[in-house]
């Protein structure tokens, strides 16, 4: 069992987003919120910690849109670099620096990890056959390739996974393969690479995660323990693209690192670009990844474990040098609204849009997300849901409380702090209750279990709301002013104590807050203390004498706002629009019907009708009964089924194709004579077929 030490700092990353597209819900509950959360609480604590964040702008999915937009990677990963970073920063992920793979820095730092590694024989170069377009002269990354896949046997599954079935696959299992540069049937073609042999860190691997941190979350544990009970295999870490760290050594000629041995270190990049800026505050690169009495913590999502648990402390391992995660808190997956997350339908809901969207609304999404953190299985996110968890908890407890205990204060002694006097049971049950949420927090954060602390802040609330309710100050401030004034003291201590509780985890309602009492607290963004007289840190949480008599507080303002219904209702009909527009563009038309001969055809008499009256069948859904001008001189009843894609009134002189020589068929009790033609569009809607122009009713079609 690996020795647990006390530590003097920790060093915090959070996965580096691929900078080809936005950052959406997913991303947030999985790891940037938690991640800030905990590095937020460090800081309150004055522990000495660095933050690092960071775009990952290699790999494949950026050259795609970059191909599919027809520009280069490099304008790709420039627009989304700037829109996540800024995005995260109104969001407050409170990183210390947020760089990117395609700097200078990273291409330097990541080209001398690589080139160690190969000068000290710890990687393997071994040829194999990969796929070759001759047509475009390359050789095919996995998402290059496309075919038919060879389980569901749908058409367009990828060289890596089927997204129809869901199977991963490999290039070599897909029939009848497609270079989807060129079209062209790729060949399969020599080409050498250089290897990590991770057999040979298997039985490392297996003491220092198996035997040394049985701590960690179950679903890391796992999954870790799932691979290491198969043996391990050695894994390429170059790859046959343009767009990438070019691999340096003699004969690697359009070759580039694997992105997966490229990002993780610019975890340790950014980390000297941070250290170069600024050596005074920071010191060296090398203190926060080389030093053994540093921390590591990773946060990811859980398909994002192999690589941080396995792959790349393989790596750091190879190197020599490097200190070993402590942690890898991952999180499962968040689906929203019943459906799996999915960046190429769209189906997500985009950190910039909710921030246009839903302005100073940032610690919201954050306390909903942090509610249904999917730390040990996969959660969902409903907007019905973040309405409800807004109005009833936010606004109705924290925020209900914290407002009447201001106002309070304001209407009975001029939003000064009253002196307490003598305690009553209920005043010491409180206090004790006070007394014990640091170390009940504490202990939730120590764990990463950020669900359960961030409840234990709210429920400082609930005490504040239940305390003020039986003290009922407004009833006896007539008869006794020394009770109110006890009550009201320790209702702003409570308050007080909210504003340190909450601050890692809603730190711009913990700001608005410190201003309404008119104190500061430790910057959970900076490791700084600001300049009021009254200067809180997490060490203050639980104190009941945060606040002292005849402090004055600034005036008071609602701290959450009500969120009403037609606002949800916006971002349920944007998901559903996005639904539908999936629907059609997956819209495959039914494959045409065997031929039939033209006297068959003929047989079919098709004619135009003008509608003269259409109504709603009584006692049915479906059915509209048509009264039908069809150039008889005597009308024709028809029923059809459309009733849920048009209002009858509205049809009444439209002209409409009909088959006249259908035999009578009686429903609902009415005789039809006939049916009306209609169009099924790609959602399933039903349109009516007519004509171009107006033509006299009784007019064959043929």
């Not at 209750?433 to 429920?459: C, G, H, P, S, W």
Request: glycine residues 6%; negative net charge; proline residues 5%.
């Amino acid at each position: 069992m690996e020795q647990k030490r006390n530590f003097k700092r920790t060093t915090v990353t959070s996965a580096l987003p691929y900078a080809n597209g936005g950052i959406h819900i997913g991303h947030l509950a999985g790891v940037y919120v938690p991640a800030d959360i905990y590095v937020r609480y460090l800081r309150l604590k004055k522990e000495e910690v660095m933050f690092i964040g960071g775009s990952d702008e290699h790999g494949v999915p950026v050259t795609m849109r970059a191909r599919k937009e027809g520009i280069t990677p490099q304008d790709v990963v420039d627009r989304y670099h700037k829109m996540i970073k800024d995005s995260f920063a109104e969001f407050g992920i409170s990183f210390d620096v947020y760089s990117r793979t395609t700097s200078k820095t990273h291409h330097e730092f990541a080209s001398d990890f690589f080139r160690k590694l190969y000068e000290d024989g710890k990687l393997v170069e071994e040829t194999t056959k990969q796929y070759y377009d001759n047509e475009a002269q390359q050789f095919l990354a996995d998402r290059y390739i496309t075919g038919e896949c060879p389980h569901c046997h749908s058409e367009g599954a990828y060289g890596d996974q089927c997204e129809k079935c869901g199977r991963d696959l490999s290039p070599n299992e897909l029939v009848n393969p497609k270079s989807t540069i060129s079209g062209s049937e790729p060949v399969l073609k020599d080409t050498k690479n250089w290897y990590l042999p991770l057999d040979k860190y298997q039985d490392w691997l297996k003491r220092w995660i198996l035997e040394g941190h049985k701590e960690w979350r179950p679903n890391v544990y796992g999954q870790c323990k799932s691979w290491l009970d198969m043996d391990l295999q050695p894994r390429a870490m170059t790859r046959d693209l343009d767009w990438g760290i070019p691999v340096p050594v003699e004969g690697a000629e359009g070759k580039v690192l694997y992105v997966w041995f490229d990002a993780p270190i610019g975890y340790v990049s950014n980390t000297k670009e941070l250290c170069d800026s600024n050596p005074d505050r920071w010191g060296t690169w090398q203190k926060w990844w080389q030093n053994p009495d540093t921390r590591l913590v990773h946060f990811i999502g859980k398909d994002n474990i192999v690589f941080h648990c396995l792959i790349f402390p393989a790596m750091m391992k190879a190197h020599g040098e490097y200190i070993m995660p402590d942690n890898v808190p991952a999180n499962e997956f968040l689906n929203l609204e019943n459906d799996k997350i999915s960046t190429s339908r769209n189906w997500a809901v985009w950190l910039h849009e909710y921030l246009a969207e839903m302005p100073g609304k940032q610690d919201v999404l954050r306390y909903v997300l942090t509610a249904n953190a999917p730390e040990t299985k996969d959660n969902n996110f409903m907007w019905k849901d973040f309405q409800e968890r807004n109005n009833s908890e936010l606004v109705a407890i924290y925020g209900n409380f914290v407002n009447r205990a201001l106002q309070l204060t304001k209407k009975y002694f001029d939003g000064k702090v009253p002196a307490r006097g003598e305690l009553l049971d209920i005043d010491k049950a409180a206090l004790e209750e006070l007394a014990a949420v640091k170390a009940k927090i504490e202990t939730m954060l120590d764990q990463f279990k950020f669900r359960e602390a961030q409840f234990e802040a709210m429920n400082l609330a609930r005490l504040g709301n239940r305390y003020i309710t039986e003290c009922e100050p407004w009833k006896v401030w007539k008869t006794d002013q020394g009770r109110v004034a006890t009550v009201l003291n320790i209702c702003l201590q409570l308050t007080a104590n909210l504003s340190v509780a909450f601050e890692p985890f809603l730190p711009f309602s913990s700001k608005k807050l410190q201003g309404m009492l008119n104190i500061d607290i430790t910057d959970s963004t900076s490791n700084c203390m600001q300049t009021s007289d009254v200067k809180l840190s997490w060490e203050s949480l639980g104190n009941a004498d945060l606040l002292e008599p005849g402090h004055q507080l600034a005036e008071p303002s609602l701290l959450f706002e009500k969120i009403e219904d037609e606002t949800v209702e916006r971002q349920i009909k944007k998901l559903e629009d996005t639904k539908k527009a999936n629907e059609i563009a997956a819209y495959e038309p039914e494959p045409v019907k065997e031929y039939t001969d033209f006297d068959t055809f003929e047989k079919m008499d098709i004619r135009v009708g003008k509608v003269l009256r259409c109504e709603k069948v009584k006692k049915s859904k479906k059915l509209l009964q048509f009264a039908i001008d069809d150039g008889s001189g005597v009308e024709r009843t028809i029923l059809s089924g459309i009733a849920a894609y048009y209002e009858p009134e509205k049809l009444v002189g439209r002209q409409v194709l009909f088959i006249a020589n259908f035999p009578p068929r009686k429903m609902m009790g009415i005789e039809s004579r006939g049916m009306i033609l209609s169009a099924v569009d790609a959602d399933g809607s039903l349109h009516l077929a007519s004509v171009a122009d107006e033509v006299k009713p009784g007019s064959r079609v043929g």
